[in-house]
């Protein structure tokens, strides 16, 4: 099955560099490109290339109807005519559809091309626990999904066969003090530290004797196992803290059995609140009951080497789940993060649509073939534009077929026979033999609907926005001249 569509899907462009590409690129058009492709990593997560290819094939095309005397606004025109046909088209397309996105079996056909080209051979066992993860946070009577409810957390180790979920938030730290574990835990979480309390303005104490500072350290320490003790009161098990916990208040947590845990991070505090269903307090103040977060067990782990909190919860309460990522090296689970990003995406999109058009350039070929079709019928000059626009689409095939060491005129060729006949589905097989196609329906190779939906609308559009520009773009630096090396003043310039 390796013949999936891996040239095209397969993210040359992952999201967490396109900041740093428009840092780094300094010409204004391809930062349009880069831009249209961020926007469609905001949108669906998944056909960041799919665009950036896309862009750049239809400005090549472009420049070649500027030289043939196409004025830019035609060109546009036409760009925006065969947009226009091609989404018009593209829902007649759909092969597959997800009407229930509480089937597994449904969810895992959609989701495993996306899988696939990221980790071929590790896909079944990547779809059932990605579907799986997605399926168990889903509350009951709705089909709204939050990309941000599935954590990922890479331990060092093991093989990713032991990769597993988690219903609830893993942590990679250990517990502050002497209790690991707690059932049925009542969570108190604060934002502040669980310390003795500071004064908010600077004050002088004058001491006289021995008997007053013992006495004023007593002071400090009785309110601070008050306030311990009053938490305790609540009924809370686990006190959760964004900040440092004091040797004192360790202490009082173990005289009150109370689990002590450190998150550094506000963001984990946040989503732990999300999970637990809890509120958290700004001061060291015992909680209400509508603000103690609940969870079935919080304990201690360890995997390989690495120290573990666990907060579990049952699956029908979970709001958030944790895909737990097992590997032998940084780099490899990286990898597999990417493809669970994919696949948590494509869910994702499943939620709002749950269609599914052929891949393997199946669908490219399909619609240059209609639109190529649509453009004889035009009368003006856009249909240069609709017939470059057309041709623009034949890049995917081409780009598979460079990469599998096929010519590409071959296998435009046969696809565009195969689709002459009515075979709307067949892509090429780039596992198969001089130049084979294949239906990609029945092989199970299939695109999101609306990623190929949004990435025509970001291509499009970035590619007419550069057209439209009546200057010459190009990337010079604006100011004047550099200051001279040295730092110096030129004698010339008195």
Request: hydrophobic residues 40%.
């Amino acid at each position: 099955m390796s013949y999936i569509i891996l040239a095209f899907i397969t993210q040359i462009i992952i999201y967490n560099y396109l900041a740093l590409l428009l840092a780094l690129i300094e010409h204004p058009a391809a930062k349009l490109i880069i831009l249209g492709s961020q926007m469609q990593e905001e949108e669906m997560g998944d056909g960041t290339n799919f665009v950036i290819i896309f862009a750049g094939a239809l400005l090549s095309n472009a420049d070649n109807l500027l030289r043939m005397g196409l004025t830019p606004s035609e060109i546009v025109n036409g760009y925006k005519l065969a947009l226009a046909k091609a989404l018009e088209i593209l829902p007649t397309l759909s092969c597959f559809e997800v009407k229930d996105v509480r089937n597994t079996e449904h969810v895992a056909k959609g989701m495993k091309t996306a899988i696939m080209s990221k980790q071929y051979g590790n896909e079944e066992f990547l779809t059932n626990l990605i579907t799986k993860a997605c399926v168990s946070i889903l509350p009951d009577g709705s089909s709204s999904f939050n990309v941000d409810n599935i954590r990922i957390t890479k331990i060092l180790g093991s093989g990713l066969l032991n990769s597993e979920i988690v219903q609830g938030m893993v942590f990679k730290r250990n517990v502050e003090g002497d209790i690991t574990k707690a059932t049925k835990a009542k969570i108190a979480v604060y934002t502040c530290p669980v310390d003795i309390a500071t004064t908010e303005t600077k004050g002088t104490v004058l001491i006289k004797s021995a008997d007053e500072l013992m006495k004023f350290s007593r002071g400090e320490e009785s309110q601070l196992e008050d306030q311990i003790k009053a938490i305790a009161d609540t009924g809370a098990t686990v006190v959760v803290a964004g900040s440092k916990f004091g040797d004192m208040a360790l202490h009082y947590l173990n005289k009150y059995n109370l689990m002590g845990v450190r998150l550094n991070s506000k963001f984990d505090l946040r989503r732990l609140c999300k999970a637990v269903n809890a509120t958290a307090l700004p001061r060291l103040t015992p909680p209400a009951a509508s603000e103690l977060g609940y969870a079935d067990s919080v304990a201690v782990d360890e995997l390989g080497d690495t120290g573990i909190v666990l907060f579990k919860l049952d699956g029908s309460e979970s709001r958030i789940a944790t895909v737990v990522l097992r590997g032998s090296t940084e780099n490899y689970m990286d990898d597999i993060e990417r493809a669970v990003d994919d696949g948590v995406n494509v869910f994702k999109g499943i939620t709002k649509d749950g269609r599914f058009v052929p891949g393997a350039g199946a669908t490219e070929i399909e619609l240059a073939h209609q639109i190529s079709k649509y453009a004889d019928t035009l009368a003006g000059l856009e249909q240069y534009a609709v017939h470059s626009f057309a041709t623009s689409l034949e890049v995917f095939v081409k780009t598979l077929a460079e990469n599998t060491g096929v010519r590409s005129n071959e296998v435009i060729s046969k696809l565009y026979a195969a689709h002459n006949e009515g075979k709307k589905t067949h892509g090429f097989d780039i596992n198969g033999e001089n130049s084979s196609i294949l239906d990609a329906a029945e092989a199970g190779i299939l695109d999101l609907y609306l990623t190929k939906m949004w990435a025509f609308k970001y291509a499009t559009s970035a590619a007419n926005t550069i057209l439209q520009v009546d200057q010459i773009i190009m990337a010079k630096r604006a100011g004047g001249p550099k200051p001279p090396q040295g730092g110096g003043a030129d004698p010339d310039d008195d």
